[in-house]
């Protein structure tokens, strides 16, 4: 399928809560760097009346549309708020009559990044997805930025990105725009590989050593093209040995953006969201964009 992601560029949902404010805010400044104008997209439910049985409303009715005004008015303050001294993107503003998130799938299709904030909180204290981050990150037609509300601490912009890397078409594609990403912010790249997706247990015949090596092998020629088309991304390699997951999220601490592919080694067709693109799209604190692959 065709796409023109110059139609919608980077496709904000916005809903008018905190996590939304900072989803603009990541998304004008990612608009910025790529020079790509910002679509702020609001979804209004249809109302469903009694009678007669499952009738909707055609139109809008007035208390939702000044609603939907007042999210689009304080989705543009958020937007206002976000800029430096850096110019200001084009900025474009949708309201739908639908469900929100058929509707972003569908313009997925003509953007170049969907920008969503994550919600709620778990038992345990861990950042949870809502419905709407994950459905796109399940079905969406181009990479998903789920941002964390930081409750106004500000991103270290002198941190690296990192970048997963398991040798699969869609960490190939995670690895293209991670190393986009780090040039245009003019950081570092950390690229992590883990050479088992289980932990390490001593098994009779089973030469580690050789599995370390293959990994080594593999980060080695993933990395070679893109490090010469970016000559001015510094590279640190990262090879463990097991649980992609956790050791991604280990370099995040120290790093301004999360990158991975939506399916890994370990997926099959069909299977969109991976086990570590969904592990760490729920609990990194930092933006991550899950990419498909091309």
Same mark, same amino acid.
């Given at each position: 399928?065709?796409? &023109?992601?110059?139609?919608?560029?980077?496709?904000?949902?916005? &809903?008018?809560?905190? #996590?939304?404010?900072?989803?603009?805010?990541?998304?004008?400044?990612?608009?910025?760097?790529?020079?790509?104008?910002?679509? @702020?997209?609001?979804?209004? %439910? =249809?109302?469903?009346?009694?009678?007669?049985?499952?009738?909707?409303?055609?139109?809008?009715?007035?208390?939702?549309?000044?609603?939907? /005004?007042?999210?689009?008015?304080?989705?543009?303050? %958020?937007?206002?708020?976000? @800029?430096? $001294?850096?110019?200001?993107? &084009?900025?474009?503003?949708?309201?739908?009559?639908?469900?929100?998130?058929?509707?972003?799938?569908? %313009?997925?299709?003509? !953007?170049?990044?969907?920008?969503?904030?994550?919600?709620?909180? $778990?038992?345990?204290?861990?950042?949870?997805?809502?419905?709407?981050?994950? !459905?796109?990150?399940?079905?969406?037609?181009?990479?998903?930025?789920?941002? /964390?509300?930081?409750?106004?601490?500000?991103?270290?912009?002198?941190?690296?990105?990192?970048?997963?890397?398991?040798?699969? =078409?869609?960490?190939?594609?995670?690895?293209?725009?991670?190393?986009?990403?780090?040039?245009? *912010?003019?950081? !570092?790249?950390?690229?992590?590989?883990?050479?088992?997706?289980?932990?390490?247990? =001593?098994?009779?015949?089973?030469?580690? *050593?050789? *599995?370390?090596?293959?990994?080594?092998?593999?980060?080695?020629? +993933? @990395? %070679?093209?893109?490090?010469?088309?970016?000559?001015?991304? #510094?590279?640190? +390699?990262?090879?463990?040995?097991?649980?992609?997951?956790?050791?991604?999220?280990?370099?995040?601490?120290?790093?301004?953006?999360?990158?991975?592919?939506? *399916?890994?080694?370990? $997926?099959?067709?069909?299977? @969109?969201?991976?086990?570590?693109?969904?592990?760490?799209? /729920?609990?990194?604190?930092?933006?991550?964009?899950?990419?498909?692959?091309?």
């Amino acid at each position: 399928m065709s796409r &023109d992601a110059t139609r919608y560029g980077i496709l904000v949902g916005v &809903d008018g809560s905190k #996590q939304s404010d900072a989803a603009v805010a990541w998304a004008t400044r990612e608009a910025i760097l790529h020079q790509l104008p910002v679509t @702020l997209m609001h979804g209004v %439910a =249809p109302i469903v009346v009694g009678w007669p049985v499952g009738q909707l409303y055609t139109e809008m009715p007035e208390w939702q549309k000044d609603e939907s /005004h007042a999210v689009i008015e304080r989705a543009h303050q %958020a937007l206002r708020d976000s @800029l430096g $001294g850096s110019g200001s993107p &084009d900025v474009r503003a949708e309201v739908v009559y639908s469900n929100i998130v058929p509707a972003l799938i569908e %313009a997925s299709n003509d !953007a170049w990044m969907t920008v969503v904030g994550s919600q709620g909180m $778990g038992a345990l204290g861990r950042t949870l997805l809502g419905s709407v981050s994950s !459905a796109l990150l399940h079905h969406a037609q181009c990479p998903v930025a789920v941002i /964390h509300s930081d409750d106004g601490v500000v991103a270290d912009t002198t941190a690296p990105v990192v970048v997963g890397i398991d040798g699969s =078409p869609a960490s190939e594609a995670a690895t293209a725009l991670a190393f986009d990403e780090a040039s245009r *912010r003019g950081v !570092a790249l950390v690229a992590l590989h883990a050479w088992s997706d289980v932990g390490v247990f =001593p098994v009779l015949g089973m030469d580690w *050593r050789d *599995r370390e090596n293959q990994g080594e092998e593999v980060l080695a020629e +993933r @990395l %070679a093209g893109w490090q010469e088309q970016y000559p001015d991304v #510094q590279v640190r +390699r990262s090879l463990v040995c097991d649980k992609p997951a956790h050791w991604l999220l280990e370099e995040a601490q120290h790093a301004q953006l999360l990158v991975v592919g939506s *399916r890994g080694r370990g $997926g099959f067709p069909g299977m @969109l969201l991976g086990s570590v693109g969904s592990a760490v799209a /729920h609990s990194a604190k930092i933006p991550v964009i899950v990419v498909r692959p091309s």
